[in-house]
């Protein structure tokens, strides 16, 4: 059994949808604070479910919430959350439509405050991933740890996306910030 999602990737082989998250995706910086929203949003609808399931659904998720336009979102009707409810390409989970909506309301405070969601998150690195926890649980809707943990990882915040004698891991590396080693 793979013990890394590295091991668990190479193990699949490369024609997966796992792959090219992992090579192109997963670990990397993130500088769009809409694409740092799309990964938040994501993963909680990864809750409870395998991530294979949501990145079979990427497409469909970028398409049903707008490319993950932040300011889209935030403006929701009841009209548009009944209509994801609806689409069969996403997750149709209540709980987690609501969410993203009020996550999206989150991120434009923040914006308004700090400038940008990134600069909010560079803001408060480095964190532990439990003080990141309490962060984000006091600040958005369905945020628990293993939540945090990934959104935070898969977006270069917290270590261990990738193992060093992964290829990938030096390309990760490259990308990030001098501070961000911290």
């Not at 659904?57 to 009209?79: G, L, M, P, Q, T």
């Not at 439509?97 to 923040?110: L, R």
């Not at 998150?121 to 293993?146: A, I, N, S, Y």
Request: charged residues 35%; aromatic residues 12%.
């Amino acid at each position: 059994m793979a013990t890394t999602y590295c091991e668990f990737v190479l193990n699949k082989g490369k024609d997966t949808v796992h792959r090219d998250y992992h090579d192109k995706e997963y670990g990397f910086p993130i500088d769009d604070d809409n694409l740092l929203f799309a990964r938040l949003v994501l993963e909680i609808n990864q809750a409870g479910l395998s991530w294979e399931t949501i990145l079979k659904k990427k497409d469909n998720f970028f398409k049903a919430f707008d490319d993950f336009n932040i300011d889209k979102v935030a403006r929701y009707s009841d009209a548009k959350k009944e209509k994801l409810m609806l689409d069969a390409g996403i997750i149709r989970n209540r709980l987690k439509i609501e969410a993203a909506i009020h996550n999206a309301k989150t991120i434009k405070t923040i914006q308004k405050e700090t400038g940008s969601f990134k600069k909010w998150l560079d803001k408060h690195h480095p964190k532990t991933k439990e003080e990141w926890v309490k962060l984000f649980k006091q600040t958005f809707r369905f945020t628990g740890g293993e939540i945090v943990n990934e959104f935070l990882m898969s977006a270069g915040y917290l270590p261990g996306a990738h193992v060093e004698t992964c290829p990938v891991y030096k390309k990760v590396m490259k990308k990030k910030p001098k501070w961000a080693e911290r």
